[in-house]
């Protein structure tokens, strides 16, 4: 018994990443809950409709944890096959690798969501559908915010090989708190506020609650997630291809999976 | 006519180690060319050099004439490769695994290509089975169609009967014989099997800490080192090299 303890406990103690990976999701979850516990301590009569509002800003939030981990699954899985040197030794330009990411990455999204935002609408009757128009803009803004955060990951992947696996899962993360998805941007302490506001989530979800709570929409908001949305995805792609460039000095193409 | 492969002076560092140092050598259309050396001589580095995964430090990997590194995507048409740290997705069943990458490079006919492979390398009935599934002879033999799907010029072999039992062992060395030879591909072969570089190679490069240190036919090599076969003067050479 002791002997299968030192066996975990050897890996554990010879890899930061993993005492990391241990500490981060209970700190994560704290300050995600700490945060909606304080709105509602201090708004608690802000929503009328608050169920509606958190299930529709879930069901959003789903739409870019999908299609962030759908574009993550899709590299993750030639690595874990051991396939990863045959795709690189094809005749595929990078950019081709991209784009036929990306839209595996949409198929795999809508196969996931599909379901849950049917099942919304018997279960607790709340309609994702109820946004109207808008809610095309927002899906794709936030599927546009979640392959940008593929490319950043899989860039990772593609220089550091699967080491960088943990942080693929957790990236996520990171971001709903600071992201404002389920409380306005104001909960945050002022040093947040100053991050959040360079991410496209805080105008998306704002948009979000301020199309269902006050039945209007603001452009502006759309508008702002929009440009950041594209200075992110410029930066994602670029990152790429500079993790490839690296990757072929390195040698972690020909070392993936091993 | 250009020379299928060409290598030039080709070295890779890595953190200050030189993993390949200075190497050239060229294989010439339908020649099988080995490479052979202990483990962490270079073979693997030079391989990917010449497959455009590696950037070389110094020196250039000609196809057809054109280095890999000018245009890397366009020459992978005419390589391919198999290896047996490399597998194909364990989920796919053989026949989609082959879809999949004779669509990657873009085989025409691709349904007549497949029913060729399948014959030739026995696929017939395990077709339609799960890739995963297979033994490691089996999945060695798909593996080998992906790598010839696209009628490669140049073929790179890693290793390519590495823990299969004599029959299929057998049998990969006389497809490999005889698909040379019709197709008049040139082969690098990479091995520790020093009977099977006997019976395919042309010619023989040793290779020892990066370097080339002796390369020629197996029957001179044997000759020049005085020594019974290769796995002989291969441990003479490994040995000498520690040594110095």
């Known amino acids: 018994m002791y002997g299968l303890f030192l066996r975990h406990f050897y890996l554990i103690k010879s890899s930061l990443p993993r005492v990391l990976d241990l500490i981060y999701w209970p700190t994560i979850q704290i300050i995600l809950w700490g945060f909606i516990s304080k709105f509602f301590s201090l708004y608690s009569n802000y929503y009328n409709d608050t169920l509606g509002v958190i299930l529709t800003c879930a069901i959003l939030y789903d739409i870019l944890f999908r299609s962030s981990i759908s574009f993550n699954m899709l590299f993750l899985e030639e690595i874990w096959s051991r396939n990863f040197t045959n795709l690189f030794i094809a005749p595929l330009k990078i950019k081709e690798i991209i784009v036929s990411l990306i839209f595996t990455a949409l198929i795999r999204t809508l196969i996931g969501l599909i379901p849950a935002i049917i099942l919304t609408s018997p279960l607790f009757g709340v309609s994702i559908l109820k946004l109207g128009f808008p809610l095309l803009l927002l899906f794709l803004s936030l599927y546009i915010f979640g392959i940008t955060l593929g490319l950043f990951v899989s860039a990772g992947l593609l220089r550091f090989g699967p080491s960088f696996e943990n942080i693929a899962w957790s990236s996520l993360f990171l971001l709903a708190p600071l992201g404002c998805i389920y409380y306005p941007l104001e909960i945050l302490p002022n040093f947040f506020q100053i991050i959040a506001k360079g991410l496209p989530l805080v105008y998306i979800f704002d948009e979000t609650r301020n199309i269902l709570l006050n039945s209007s929409i603001n452009y502006e908001n759309l508008k702002q997630a929009y440009i950041l949305n594209l200075i992110y995805l410029t930066l994602g792609i670029g990152l790429f291809y500079f993790a490839f460039i690296r990757a072929r000095i390195k040698g972690t193409l020909i070392n993936m999976g091993e | 006519m250009k020379t299928p492969l060409e290598v030039i002076n080709l070295s890779k560092v890595y953190n200050n180690t030189d993993a390949v140092k200075d190497i050239s050598f060229k294989v010439n259309k339908n020649e099988i060319i080995g490479i052979l050396g202990p483990n962490g001589c270079g073979k693997t580095t030079t391989i990917g050099m010449i497959l455009g995964l590696l950037k070389p430090t110094n020196g250039k ?67 339609n089975k799960i890739t995963g599934e297979l033994s490691s002879g089996q999945k060695n033999r798909v593996s080998l169609a992906k790598s010839i799907i696209n009628d490669p010029t140049v073929l790179l072999l890693d290793e390519p009967t590495a823990s299969l039992d004599p029959e299929t062992g057998d049998f990969i060395r006389s497809f490999l014989e005889n698909y040379q030879k019709e197709q008049e591909t040139s082969i690098l072969l990479a091995s520790h099997n020093m009977n099977e570089v006997e019976r395919l190679c042309s010619s023989v490069l040793m290779m020892n800490k990066g370097s080339i240190v002796d390369q020629g036919k197996p029957a001179d090599l044997i000759k020049k080192h005085g020594r019974k076969n290769m796995e002989e003067v291969f441990l003479k050479l490994s040995r000498e090299k520690n040594e110095s």
Not at chain 2, 90 to 96: A, D, E, I, N, Y
Not at chain 2, 111 to 127: A, F, G, V
């Open chain 2, 61 to 127: 990997a000609l196809i057809n004439g054109i280095d890999i590194e000018t245009n890397r995507v366009n020459l992978l048409d005419n390589l391919n490769f198999i290896s047996p740290y490399i597998e194909l997705p364990k989920k796919l069943t053989v026949k989609q695994n082959l879809e999949v990458y004779g669509r990657l490079y873009d085989v025409k006919n691709l349904k007549t290509k497949i029913e060729y492979l399948s014959d030739k390398l026995r696929l017939q009935d395990i077709i």
